[in-house]
């Protein structure tokens, strides 16, 4: 149980485009979502928490215009960056959590690679 | 959430026991303590969580001190595979979304060796 998956696992881009990332809770219902991002040789950053059906909250020094996240359902939120840039390339996670009586552990996607040309 | 201290790496022996000490020693009463760990390129994954009490499950061990200030998260018999970074992250629970963030520090990259 608690798989989160993320789709495309890896996207290639042109300067200036934009990229749609997918994050889904296969097996429950994820109240919170998170997306993180994670530079080489870096730990994960925290970019912005979303709930379902309300506006996300974004990080201090997170463009909300450029990192546009949608979580319009308990299964599914999405990220995109808009007219991505080569500064833009990193490893990009998304978790989710649910809640319940005796756990709200945190359980991440595999990870999304994108390159910006 | 209360800051943690990591060595930045270990190295183990196939086979034995790998133990992977964190300190958090602001922690308050309401946090746990969390490990993870990320395997390169991948997505983080859980591995336990507690509060005061030891716990255990089928991946690892936390042994947590009696003042809480720090923790050892033991894999028993650790393999190839166990290498990876193991972040040990302190925060509250509650209810509302703004108190699940995970706050992420550089982690300890244990290494285990054949």
């Known amino acids: 149980g608690a798989v989160v998956s993320q789709h495309p696992s890896w996207v290639i881009c042109k300067s200036g485009t934009s990229v749609k990332i997918e994050c889904r809770s296969l097996?429950?219902?994820?109240?919170?979502m998170f997306w993180y991002r994670q530079f080489p040789k870096q730990s994960l950053m925290l970019m912005a928490t979303?709930?379902?059906?309300?506006?996300?909250?974004?990080e201090q020094g997170v463009e909300k215009d450029k990192f546009l996240i949608n979580h319009a359902s308990l299964t599914l939120s999405t990220l995109t960056v808009t007219s991505a840039h080569p500064e833009d390339s990193s490893f990009y996670i998304c978790?989710?959590?649910?809640?319940?009586?005796?756990?709200?552990?945190?359980?991440f996607g595999p990870g999304t690679r994108l390159t910006v040309l | 959430d209360a800051k943690t201290t990591q060595p930045p790496s270990m190295d183990c022996a196939e086979g034995r026991a790998a133990n992977l000490p964190c300190n958090h020693s602001?922690?308050?009463?309401?946090?746990?303590v969390y490990w993870y760990r990320q395997i390169h390129s991948q997505g983080p994954q859980y591995i336990i969580h507690?509060?005061?009490n030891n716990e255990t499950n089928e991946m690892a061990s936390l042994i947590i001190t009696e003042d809480r200030k720090s923790s050892t998260l033991i894999l028993p018999h650790a393999t190839l595979r166990d290498t990876a970074v193991y972040y040990c992250?302190?925060?509250?629970?509650?209810?509302?979304?703004?108190?699940?963030?995970?706050?992420f520090g550089k982690g300890t990259l244990l290494t285990v060796n054949p």
């Open positions: 978790s989710a959590g649910r809640t319940s009586v005796s756990t709200d552990t945190q359980y």
């Open positions: 097996d429950f219902q994820a109240t919170t």
């Open positions: 979303s709930n379902e059906g309300s506006k996300a909250t974004y």
């Open positions: 602001t922690i308050s009463g309401n946090e746990y």
């Open positions: 507690g509060l005061k």
């Open positions: 992250i302190v925060r509250s629970r509650g209810p509302s979304g703004s108190n699940y963030k995970l706050t």
